[in-house]
């Protein structure tokens, strides 16, 4: 692996401290690309300073718009330079909401043409509620040669009713149908956080957004939308994942910035398990000292236990004593990071979409390999545990989605770097 890459963990020491979480990567991934909509220049605050965010901001260059960026901090966009319809191969294939511009330019210009996306291989995530939804809205949609068309002379509102909840479905129509003639209403709506802030944020530009949140949500057409400057919600998955680190490492961490209510399905498995939390105003302290209790783990879409959550908590589950059952019911090739976590010991049986771990004693640091995102975290917490070093190859799936992150576990005491093997 000469050159390559890789994060490097020393394991075994408690977390302890205070911690800050950053702003939203599934929140911010759905309001960036939604500035376009706007008819003045808007400022979006709490960024994270991830890979996605990035990309984005490049996406919204390469399509005109004047974009002022400053990582981690703020970005505004003038839209009103904005002049293309169609993203370029390289930029979509950088992240899964790349195909948020679907719904975007076909609601800005009646016209896009959008690479299929790249992001986590966990699954065969199709797209086909998407061309759903944008047809239910007047305009002509498809799949054709590896890139997503759709174009209307004129969108009007229509009723659409989602097969399976789907966030990205979801998001993607309410931004198509914002300023489409006359209301829209989505049944079997996502309910996700992240939906209510980009509600939340069309409606802070002038849009008429009611329910989300809800299984319902309806969409008057407006004319125009007017400037706004405003901050995402905190990252849950990101919140998510320190509570977890914090429980795995038998540690007391406080994690403020966050939305204790968000964390409600995770909360509840943590305490079930024997791990103390204590919610406050903006922030949740964990406790994970003392013997842990096995459970199991059904993912299900918001507010049930979040599927981003199953392959960090999978990891914790691997050193807790007796069986753990854990169920994947939203995608279909979630388990990859226990391949890996195999090779530290752990002892798991894999059959379709549910795990069954034997917790262990102890873990043994290992050299491994991030197969996405939200895996990379699971190998996170898992070398956190183990006894030794372990190497984590491919440490860029995780600065897709989480800030900083070595920096803010090594501020708890983590004995985390990264450099190049030789
Ligand atoms: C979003 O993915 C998130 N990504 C995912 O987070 C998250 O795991 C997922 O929602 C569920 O919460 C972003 O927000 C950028 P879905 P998305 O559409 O929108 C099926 C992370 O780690 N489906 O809710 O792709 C699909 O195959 C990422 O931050 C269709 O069949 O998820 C899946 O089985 C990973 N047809 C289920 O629905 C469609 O047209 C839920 O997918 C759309 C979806």
Known sequence: MAGKERMLITGGNPLEGEVQVSGGKNTAVAVIPASLLCDEPC?????????DVHALVDILKELGAKVEYEPGHLLRVDP?????DTVSYRNAQRLRASYYLLGTLLGRCGRANVPTPGGCDIGSRPVDQHLKGMRAIGADAEERRGILRASSENLTGGD???????????????????????????????????IVDLANFLNSMG?????????????????????????????????????????ATCGDVTIHGCIPTHMDALTAKLLEMG??????????????????????IKTQVYPGFPTDLQQPMSALL??????????????????????????????????????????VTELYGAPLTATDLRAGAALIIAGLMARGVTEIYEPGYIDRGYEHIEDKLRSLGAEISRDLAE
């Open 43 to 51: 400022t979006i605050e709490n960024l994270p300073d991830i890979e």
């Open 80 to 84: 009103r330079t904005a002049q293309g």
């Open 160 to 194: 659409v009713f989602f097969d399976m909840v789907t966030v990205g479905a979801t998001v993607n129509v309410m931004l198509a149908a914002v300023k489409a003639k006359g209301t829209t209403t989505i049944y079997n709506a996502a309910k996700e956080p992240h």
């Open 207 to 247: 849009a008429r957004v009611k329910g989300a949140g809800t299984d319902i949500i309806r969409i008057r057409g407006v004319q125009s939308l007017h400037g706004t400057t405003y901050a995402v919600i905190p990252d849950q998955i990101e919140t998510g994942t320190l509570m977890i680190a914090a429980a």
């Open 275 to 296: 791990v103390r939390v204590n919610d406050y105003d903006d922030a949740i302290r964990v406790r994970g000292a003392g013997p842990k209790r096995a459970i199991n």
């Open 318 to 359: 691997t050193t807790v004593k007796g069986t753990s059952i854990v169920q994947e019911t939203i995608f279909e090739q979630r388990f990859r990071h226990l391949d890996e976590i195999r090779r530290m010991g752990a002892q798991i049986r894999v059959m379709e979409r549910t795990a069954i771990i034997e917790g």
